[in-house]
């Protein structure tokens, strides 16, 4: 179990997170997609420096007295990385909402979304759960990231409404 934990527990770590988040951002800037590009950066940048800022105000240790600096950033800058909220479960949570939103836009089958969705989901809690697993944070670190992170999808689809075209958002604005 613990093996499994550490192997799921990477692709919610700052390496996994920023190869997608690049991929991503890199195809919606060459494709002129301009809506879904921004609302990448805003949600994604954002989302990760509002949680770095929670981290350092809220300051609460991790189980068992663990130390541990902030992923690259505090390695530099000698950051500790506190446990509330998790970052692995926040930016697992993201990239879950935020890849079953893109599937949900881009394809018809009702199915196929459902599935990718739901697997996507799944994934999710799971690399959440992982984090429990390896007593590096507690349970509430982990249910707090994933509501925030749901949170801040919410605020921002509902502002930068993306996915939506533009002749559509003119008439959703009236």
Do not use: C
């Amino acid at each position: 179990m613990y093996t499994f934990a550490e192997l799921i527990t990477v692709l919610g770590g700052s390496t996994a997170f920023l190869l997608i988040i690049a991929t991503f951002s890199v195809a919606f800037y060459w494709r002129k997609q301009w809506q879904w590009f921004i609302f990448m950066v805003v949600f994604f940048v954002g989302g990760v420096l509002i949680n770095t800022v929670l981290k350092q105000i809220i300051a609460r240790d991790r189980p068992y007295g663990i130390e541990k600096s902030i992923d690259y950033i505090g390695e530099v800058f000698n950051l500790l990385s506190y446990s509330f909220p998790s970052g692995h479960s926040f930016r697992a949570m993201m990239l879950a909402l935020f890849l079953s939103f893109l599937v949900y836009q881009s394809y018809k089958l009702s199915r196929f979304k459902l599935i990718i969705s739901v697997g996507l989901m799944i994934l999710a809690i799971v690399i959440a759960l992982s984090r429990v697993v390896l007593a590096v944070h507690f349970p509430s670190d982990i249910i707090a990231a994933v509501l925030y992170a749901s949170v801040w999808f919410v605020i921002l689809k509902m502002w930068l409404n993306p996915g939506v075209k533009e002749d559509e958002s003119e008439n959703l604005n009236r």
